[in-house]
Nanobody, 123 residues
């Protein structure tokens, strides 16, 4: 089993920045791809960013392009999501996900999920 713990969420004003972190523990995550998704009530969880173990990433969704950057530190088993120029519509619970194969933006392929961290962007 892999346990994922997100941190870094909070309240920020529009235009501000936040850095979310996800720490993986449990069995080794060598070779695992990791990703961030977000969800608002009554909507499907949507893709934000993903990164393979070796650092490659699929394109960011248009809604996030130019405003987010995903990175990882394999030595520390962590993945980071840097978010800039935040908008009220970025308000959501942000989830970290991991899988032992490269799953890109395919939500259904990720086997492991964190509990989520709330990001609230005020206007």
């Amino acid at each position: 089993q892999v346990q994922l713990a997100e941190s870094g969420g909070g309240l920020v004003q529009a235009g501000g920045s936040l850095t979310l972190s996800c720490s993986a523990s449990g069995r080794t995550v060598i070779g695992y791809s990791m990703a961030w998704f977000r969800q608002v009530p009554e909507k499907e969880r949507e893709f934000v960013a993903a990164i393979s173990y070796w650092g490659s990433s699929p394109p960011y969704p248009d809604s996030m392009k130019g405003r987010v950057t995903i990175s990882r530190d394999n030595a520390k088993n962590t993945v980071t999501l840097q978010m800039n120029s935040l908008k009220p519509e970025d308000t959501a619970v942000y989830y970290c996900a991991a899988d032992n194969v490269y799953s890109g933006n395919m939500k259904s392929k990720y086997a492991y999920w964190g509990q989520g961290t709330q990001v609230t962007v005020s206007s």
